[in-house]
Nanobody, 115 residues
């Protein structure tokens, strides 16, 4: 069983930055697709960014140029560096691991962008 633990959320002013981290248990991390999703109140969960095992990345149009996803396979960790944050980025952010069709989710971390 894989466990994902997110950290790094909080309250930040518009234009500020935050870095989210997600650490996975087990030995499959380096072979897995890692993704960050978010869910704002009253909205569906949406994909924010993804990074494949080989390091290729994809981003939602709404965060391109502002967010950067990265991974450290030695530490079983995926990061999401968020810059130029906007109130519309306020949401619970979830880490997701996909391996051989299996999906695992973290518990989520709240990001609030407000002055």
């Amino acid at each position: 069983q894989v466990q994902l633990v997110e950290s790094g959320g909080g309250l930040v002013q518009p234009g500020g930055s935050l870095k989210l981290s997600c650490t996975a248990s087990g030995s499959i991390f380096s072979f897995s697709l890692m993704r960050w999703y978010r869910q704002a109140p009253g909205k569906q969960r949406e994909l924010v960014a993804a990074i494949a095992s080989g390091g290729s990345t994809n981003y939602a149009d709404s965060v391109k140029g502002r967010f950067t996803i990265s991974r450290d396979n030695a530490k079983n960790t995926v990061n999401l560096q968020m810059s130029s944050l906007e109130p519309e980025d306020t949401a619970v952010y979830y880490c997701n691991l996909r391996y051989l069709g299996q999906l695992y989710w973290g518990q989520g971390t709240q990001v609030t962008v407000s002055s």
